[in-house]
């Protein structure tokens, strides 16, 4: 497939900005490497890092090919429609090696492509047109995730071309809804994307321009209903030993307290209850807080993070400062909290990072595919059909507790939903005694 037609999917996507720009040239770079198979690039671990040492030896600096990694996975998903492979590990690695090439670029380096970083990294560029500038500083106010920014500054500079004007204020209600619509007509988005494109324009016309809309009467994305993906009781006991270390506790706490992986990955020591059995769960889907119960069979190990992850911040402490993030104003309002312990991650990264908005060296907790990555593995290991993912382990505690008897207005505290019709849905995929219908293929004689 050429290039520009994997740019037409591309800009179908939910890729940011800089994706948008740089992802095909690092494709057909990709593409000089390699033979094409039936008119499309083959992609395979050894292919990718036989590019990978072909961009090392040229001097290309770490987080650059990180981001040729992620061009060619975005081909993998978007022409070649398969999951597989997996280049999670390769990224994992060039994450950390780019953030201590950052770090050793840091201080007044000027190292290459530092410049093109800032886009990466969520700092304000002056050379970004005066909408984006301004949407960021306001999501920076608002302290909104860095995957928030880079999804809404990509969403608001494909509105940009859209309109073929970088003065955003001059437009409206007929723009924006023209722009859904156009995502479903002639980009078949999924539903998700089109409200995270609208979201993305709700919020610059409405926190950054402080100007009201009326109805946006868009053509939206069909949804369709989709079942969970639930691992059955003994689906669970084969993986289960599979997993050994952070991951087997990581995985305890999303299978026994219905957590998700983000909001296991971002769990503070101060959130763990051991004396009152509960797990306090902050700024959950939603921003909302919420507590969930605390497995029994987590204690042993909780207490023995617990202590690894003091004995981590004294180290911390006595070298570099033992800082991490504080969310929303507490940093300003209480600039040695982030050096308390009760603030530290219960799943600390294993090396120090800067932050991308304020520059400080950190330690942030583990990265997406420090669980993500190995859990799949696992489950193909043991050789589970379904199409698992770390949230199916919260999908399986909800299914297990109805399964057990529990209210299912107490499940719906537990997950955190904000209408039990959320939480119905988990009654669909259950088994319970009585429900089921019996096959006429099975009276057959």
């Given amino acids: 497939m050429s290039v520009g037609e994997f740019e037409r999917r591309l800009h179908g996507g939910e890729y940011a900005q800089n994706d948008l720009k740089y992802f095909p040239l690092w494709i057909r770079q990709y593409a000089a490497s390699v033979t094409p198979e039936n008119g499309h690039l083959p992609v395979s671990v050894e292919l990718v890092k036989e590019f990978l040492r072909s961009l090392r030896q040229s001097g290309t600096p770490a987080w650059q090919r990180l981001q040729a990694v992620r061009a060619v996975e975005a081909y993998r998903d978007l022409v070649l429609g398969a999951g597989e492979p997996s280049l999670g590990e390769i990224r994992q690695a060039l994450q950390e090696l780019a953030e201590r090439e950052h770090d050793d670029a840091a201080d ?218 504080l969310p929303y104003a507490l940093e300003r309002e209480y600039p040695n909290e982030k050096q308390e312990f009760g603030w530290q991650w219960l799943f600390p990264a294993r090396n120090m990072s800067r932050d991308p908005r304020s520059g400080e060296r950190r330690r942030h907790h583990v990265s997406e595919d420090y669980f993500a990555v190995f859990f799949k593995r696992a489950v193909d290991r043991v050789g589970i059909g379904k199409n698992a993912v770390p949230r199916s382990l919260r999908h399986s505690f909800a299914t297990h507790l109805l399964e057990d008897g529990v209210d299912i207005r107490t499940v719906q505290e537990l997950l955190g939903h904000k209408d039990v019709r959320t939480t119905m849905i988990y009654l669909h995929v259950m088994n319970k005694p009585g429900l089921a219908v019996k096959s006429p293929a099975d009276v057959l004689k």
């Fill in 108 to 325: 007044g380096a000027s190292g290459p492509g530092v410049e093109d970083e800032r886009h990466l990294v969520g700092m304000i560029d002056p050379d970004e047109p005066q909408c984006l500038q301004e949407l960021r500083r306001e999501l920076q106010v608002q302290r909104k995730a860095s995957e928030t920014e880079r999804a809404y500054v990509g969403w608001v500079s494909r509105f940009v071309r859209h309109c073929g004007s970088e003065d955003l204020r001059q437009f409206g209600e007929p723009e924006i809804k023209s722009f859904l619509t156009k995502l479903v007509v002639e980009g078949n988005v999924a539903p998700n994307t089109q409200n995270q494109a609208k979201s993305a324009l709700l919020f610059l016309y409405q926190q950054v321009f402080q100007r009201e809309l009326a109805f946006l009467d868009a053509v939206s994305a069909d949804k369709q209903k989709r079942l969970p993906v639930v691992l059955s009781r003994e689906e669970i006991a084969r993986v289960w030993p599979q997993f050994t270390g952070l991951r087997r506790l990581m995985f305890l706490l999303m299978y026994g307290a219905g957590l998700r992986h983000r909001e296991c990955r971002r769990l503070r020591v101060k959130d763990i209850c051991l004396d009152e059995g509960h797990i306090v769960v902050r700024a959950g889907e939603g921003e909302q807080d919420r507590i969930t119960v605390l497995p029994d069979r987590s204690r042993q190990a909780l207490s023995e993070q617990l202590e690894a992850v003091r004995r981590l911040h004294q180290e911390d402490l006595a070298r570099e400062g033992g800082a991490v993030y």
